[in-house]
């Protein structure tokens, strides 16, 4: 992290769901895009413009359009990435593929986009259409991959293992090693999180603790060839763990849901705010960098230790993305434990 980064002025990474509407119902979506309750309120075309423009003084350095399935709205991503770009933000887009056609990926690459992420479960076809619950996806994909070849553009895969696919990873790393790849690329793995789908499908998708562990040492044995492709392995709980501990830190990344709501973290159920309520500056003004100062974000991110967890905090909260709990931090106080059910 950049200590000279001024976070009183900003953050320097923003997440925003640009819809939660998808053209998939993959089986371990973890905020079930397509089914969740956010989708019945998303942010117009008008609104997310005009967050954009409300973003740009803060000097923001990373923007990136999640989902859902970004491309439902691939005309207004290509207007909003042209104001970030020419603002000197970098800008990248998460995809599942099926709708990154060549015309679509030479609109976003002259619109500026700087990064493009694929998800690819599998070396098989059978594999990947599984999760993603629908045939020809994985043919979809793997032609948009081949059509992002051509620009130049970082692009990066992302692969979710689970029981049925977690022995294919070397397998897809060397057809992805096979293609030649002229732009930076990087292979990004996961847990599977059981929270929204993941979760009501946990028993038939998710991995053994000896198939974790063999995941791990395929992953180190290739990196120690210092491949062209690096296999990146990402913690979802580590921030759940570190920010609570270290509350000197700031919160220098800021996740927004399609409707508005800004939330403390994509996997707690606790919404601090709405931009439809108060501008991103002013929740940025009113503290939401200090965030984890508070004892609310902080109580409830204590009960996360590991992925597992992740399900088991319905016992004590609401689902994720369903019943979360909406707290606006600049109108109440995220001190006061007694504003969280049962408490």
Known sequence: MNRNIDFTVGPYQLALDITNKCNLRCLHCYNASGENRVMEHELSDDEVIKFVKDILPMKLLNFCFCGGETLLRKELICKCIKMLSNCGVRTAIVTNGILASESVIRDLYHSGLNSIQFS????????????????????????????????DMEMSIAF????????????????????????????????????????????????TDIQYRKLVNTINTINARNPSIKIVWGDPVDHLIRFPEHTELPMYYISIRANGDIVTSPYLPLVVGNIRNHSIEEYWNGGLYELWKKKIPCYMAAFIKSVGDMGRITEKFPATFMDDIYIDMLEK????????PNN
């Not at 992805?176 to 993941?198: D, H, T």
């Not at 106080?333 to 969280?340: A, E, I, T, V």
């Open 120 to 151: 690819v479960d599998g070396a098989k076809a059978e594999s990947h259409d599984k999760l993603r619950n629908k045939t020809g996806v994985y043919d979809s994909v793997f032609r948009a991959i081949d059509i992002v070849r051509k620009y």
């Open 160 to 207: 979710t293992p689970t029981s049925f696919n977690i022995e294919e990873l070397e397998e897809l790393h060397t057809k992805l090693e096979s293609m030649s790849f002229n732009n930076k690329i990087e292979l990004r793995v996961q847990p599977l999180m059981p929270l929204g789908r993941g979760n009501k499908n946990l028993e038939n998708i998710c991995p």
């Open 333 to 340: 106080d995220l001190d006061d434990l007694s504003l969280l």
